[in-house]
């Protein structure tokens, strides 16, 4: 049975950084699409970013730079690496999978999947 398990939300400062991780288990084969999502009570699951198996990243624009997806293969494991936080970026954070065959690796294509996979979450919890 697939299971993702994000770790590494907190209670941060503006200005602090986090580093968030998801341990991915029960699948077998190399082939996935990997990507981090953040909600807020009462608003739409956020798009972050994405990660393929062949290392081919996606990054939210409006996230200018802040934040950096990637992947430990060796260990399953899938970061996001999240810098000059502030208060906006406080919300519920998941990591999301499909494993296997995909059409297109993107957080439109995660969402809208039915093979998609999702982890508990993570809080972050960003004070001015």
């Known amino acids: 049975q697939v299971q993702l398990v994000e770790s590494g939300g907190d209670s941060v400062h503006s200005g602090g950084s986090l580093r968030l991780s998801c341990v991915a288990s029960?699948?077998?084969?190399?082939?996935?699409?990997m990507g981090w999502f953040r909600q807020i009570p009462g608003e739409e699951r956020e798009g972050l970013a994405t990660i393929n198996s062949i290392g081919t990243t996606t990054h939210l624009s409006s996230l200018k730079g802040r934040f950096t997806i990637s992947r430990d293969n060796a260990k399953n494991t899938l970061y996001l690496q999240m810098n000059s936080l502030n208060p906006d970026d406080t919300g519920m954070y998941y990591c999301?999978?499909?494993?296997?065959?995909?059409?297109?690796?993107?957080?439109?294509?995660?969402?809208?999947?039915?093979?998609?996979?999702w982890g508990p979450g993570t809080q972050v919890s960003v004070s001015s």
């Open positions: 029960g699948y077998a084969g190399s082939t996935y699409c």
């Open positions: 999301a999978a499909v494993f296997g065959r995909y059409s297109g690796c993107s957080s439109p294509a995660l969402l809208q999947s039915r093979d998609t996979y």
